[in-house]
């Protein structure tokens, strides 16, 4: 996916979503002057950030 797709999958802004691959929360590949995103990164992210909260009792 792109950082587009990946801002509209996580309802999150540009500089959020740049922030998270810099910091490899993300993962991203370089290709030629764009980054894309595999699908699997968004989905292991989503889940990982899932499992860390935890319900308030």
Do not use: C, W
Not at 38 to 53: A, G, L, M, Q, W
């Amino acid at each position: 996916v792109t950082v587009k797709q990946l801002q509209v999958m996580l309802g999150v802004s540009r500089h959020l979503a740049y922030k998270l691959i810099n910091d490899g929360e993300i993962q991203a590949v370089k290709i030629g002057s764009s980054l894309k995103i595999p699908k699997v990164s968004v989905i292991n992210f989503v889940t990982e950030e899932r499992r860390e909260v935890k319900p308030s009792a």
